[in-house]
C-alpha cells in the first residue's frame, strides 16, 4: 500500500464506450486533492460506474458512457462530501454547477460552508470543513488480488464509529476510470451497513494493465468522508 497522492494529473482514462468520445463531466471545487464517482441514474438511487481523481486545485474531469442522468459524489478528507444530480448531455464536457446540487440530501443541522452559502462563482463548490471527524468511517488493509488473465478481488476493512455507514463503500480503478461499490459482509440494518470486511470482483478488460492502482473511500449517512487510500495489485 503506498499513501494517496495527486502528484500529477490523473483524469478518468478515456475508453472505447462505442458511443460519443467526449461526453464528460467536468467541475470544480475550493479544496483537494481526493476523488469523485459517479452513479448512473439518479443520485443516491443509481448504480456506480465511473470515478477519477480530484487534482490539488479542485479540478476534476471524469468521461461518462452515455449521456442522461448521473449523480456526481465528491469526496475530499476532512470535509463533508457533496452528492449532486445532474443530466450530461451528448458529445460535450457538461460542467458541475451549484444548481445540480441535490440540496434536499442533506441532513437537518448540515450547512454550505460557514454562512450557509456557496461561492458566488456557480462554477465554483465549497464542501463544508468535517467539524466532527472522530465519527468518520475508518478504512484499513485494502487488499487487492490479481488472477490471471483478467479477473481482480478486492477486499477492504471498514468500521463507522456512529453505526450510520451507507452503501458508499467504493473502489476505483485507476487503469480504466471505473468506479464500483463494494458488496457488505451482511445486509444492512435500517439502511445502516455493517462494520467488516467489503470485497468486490472486478474483470480487468484485455489491453489494460491489471497492476494499475486503485483507490478506496467510504462515507456515511451523515456526509462524513473517510480517509482516501490507495494500493495496487502485486505483479501477476
Known amino acids: 500500500m503506498r499513501p494517496f497522492c495527486m502528484a500529477v494529473l490523473l483524469v478518468a482514462s478515456c475508453a472505447d464506450f462505442g458511443g460519443e468520445p467526449d461526453t464528460a463531466v467536468a467541475g470544480r471545487l475550493t479544496v483537494g486533492p481526493g476523488v469523485v464517482f459517479l452513479e448512473r441514474g439518479s443520485v443516491q438511487q443509481g448504480v456506480f460506474e465511473r470515478a477519477g481523481r480530484i487534482r490539488e486545485d479542485g479540478r476534476f474531469v471524469v468521461e ?24 450530461v448531455g451528448s458529445g460535450f464536457v457538461t460542467p458541475v454547477e451549484q444548481p445540480a446540487i441535490a440540496w434536499q440530501v442533506f441532513r437537518a443541522g448540515r450547512t454550505w460552508s460557514v454562512d450557509g452559502r456557496q461561492p458566488a462563482d456557480i462554477s465554483l463548490l465549497e464542501p463544508p470543513p468535517d467539524a466532527d ?80 492502482p486503485w ?21 501477476p
Open 215 to 235: 483507490v478506496f473511500v467510504a462515507a456515511d449517512h451523515f456526509c462524513s468522508v473517510s480517509e482516501i487510500l490507495e494500493a495496487e495489485a502485486e505483479e
Open 133 to 212: 471527524p472522530s465519527d468518520d468511517p475508518v478504512i484499513s488493509n485494502p487488499r487487492i488480488e490479481f488472477t490471471p488473465p483478467d479477473v481482480i478481488r478486492l477486499s477492504l476493512d471498514v468500521t463507522d464509529p456512529d453505526g450510520n455507514l451507507s452503501r458508499q463503500v467504493l473502489a476505483y480503478f485507476t487503469g480504466m476510470g471505473d468506479g464500483i461499490a463494494m458488496n457488505a459482509p451482511a445486509s444492512p440494518i435500517n439502511d445502516n451497513y455493517p462494520d467488516g470486511t467489503y470485497t468486490a470482483t472486478y474483470l480487468v478488460p484485455e489491453g489494460v494493465d491489471p497492476t494499475a
Open 64 to 87: 461518462l458512457p452515455a449521456p442522461g442522468t448521473w449523480g456526481v459524489h465528491t469526496y475530499v478528507a476532512d470535509y463533508i462530501y457533496l452528492p449532486l444530480e445532474i443530466e
